[in-house]
């Protein structure tokens, strides 16, 4: 992790960053990132929070296809 040896807020951020450059192809994926990636998105909190995105597109989702 970034600072100290744990997960701290600044790997939110940065996790969140490298992780996302990855899935676009706009970083390199190296060794040293992909392995950062793969702690950070490795956590419980991460997955809930994916969870938690997934249900409220669909919802969204519906709504605008309940509106047309």
Same mark, same amino acid.
Do not use: H, S, W
């Given at each position: 992790?970034?600072?100290?040896?744990?997960?701290?807020?600044?790997?939110?951020?940065?996790?969140?960053?490298?992780?996302?450059?990855?899935?676009?192809?706009?970083?390199?994926?190296?060794?040293?990132?992909?392995?950062?990636?793969?702690?950070?998105?490795?956590?419980?909190?991460?997955?809930?929070?994916? #969870?938690?995105?997934?249900?409220?597109?669909?919802?969204? #989702?519906? #709504?605008?296809?309940?509106?047309?």
């Amino acid at each position: 992790y970034l600072a100290a040896g744990r997960f701290t807020a600044a790997d939110l951020f940065v996790g969140a960053m490298v992780n996302f450059m990855l899935q676009f192809k706009l970083l390199e994926a190296k060794p040293v990132f992909t392995d950062y990636a793969a702690r950070v998105t490795n956590r419980d909190a991460f997955r809930r929070a994916v #969870e938690i995105d997934a249900r409220l597109i669909a919802e969204a #989702e519906a #709504e605008v296809a309940t509106a047309e």
